[in-house]
């Protein structure tokens, strides 16, 4: 059974702050997305990392995917309130069916 | 991008009815979508995939016939939730992707609340 550990599960910063958020598995997936949802919504994809080694940055958000493509990180500088949410990562199974981590609950407090 | 609608965003139904929930791939055919089910701060369960013209598969411990899953359409998948109880009651999503190119992402719906009393 592939899992994907990500962590931390919970993170409360303040204004201004950088985090990082990780998702590390011992399988190998063939890409793996990061969504962001907010409550009451469904998720909303932010990026897809396919290339071992690739680094993909949306404005103040940085995504890695490893090497051996069983792990990634999302870096976010200078967190704002607006960047409340949970982010969730996702690997793909090469069969289109994702694999979700337990998901990251951020607070960013102004 | 590719957008995905669910209906209803919410809904409220007795024990022992079933509710129907629709998703739809509005800009794009998806010949198959998924269904999850989300518990409160908690991540995405997938339920079922759900196939264009063939049965759908379940995952395990997702009973099939109380959770009956149709694609009569590259478009339209539905779930329809059978003798409904309050440990039914949900955040259920369902997302589709456009296919190889990039590798299989997925677009969700808005989700549906449903609330058995």
């Known amino acids: 059974t592939q899992l994907l550990e990500q962590s931390p599960q919970f993170l409360s910063i303040q204004e201004g702050e950088n985090l990082t958020v990780y998702c590390n598995s011992s399988?190998?997936?063939?890409?793996l997305q990061w969504y962001r949802q907010e409550p009451g919504e469904g998720p909303v994809l932010l990026v897809t990392?396919?290339?071992?080694?690739e680094v993909k940055k949306l404005k103040r958000l940085t995504f890695q995917f490893g090497d051996a493509r069983k792990d990634s990180s999302l870096h976010i500088t200078a967190a704002q309130p607006g960047d409340t949410g949970l982010y969730l990562c996702a690997g793909n199974n090469q069969g289109g069916k994702l694999i979700f981590g337990q998901g990251t609950e951020l607070s960013v407090k102004p | 991008g590719a957008v995905v609608s669910q209906h209803p965003s919410r809904v409220i139904c007795k024990s022992g009815t079933s509710v129907k929930i629709e998703c739809r791939s509005l800009d794009f055919q998806a010949t198959t979508m998924f269904w999850y089910r989300q518990f409160p701060k908690q991540s995405l369960m997938l339920m079922a995939t759900?196939?264009?013209?063939?049965?759908?598969?379940?995952e395990q411990g997702v009973e099939k016939d109380k959770f009956l899953i149709n694609h009569a359409s590259l478009t339209l998948s539905t779930l329809t939730v059978t003798s409904a109880h309050p440990e039914d009651s949900s955040f259920y999503i369902c997302s589709a992707h456009k296919g190889r190119t990039p590798d299989y992402e997925q677009y969700f719906g808005p989700g549906t609340r449903l609330t058995v009393t």
């Open positions: 990392v396919v290339t071992g080694g």
């Open positions: 399988s190998v997936f063939s890409s």
């Open positions: 759900s196939n264009e013209g063939s049965k759908a598969t379940y």
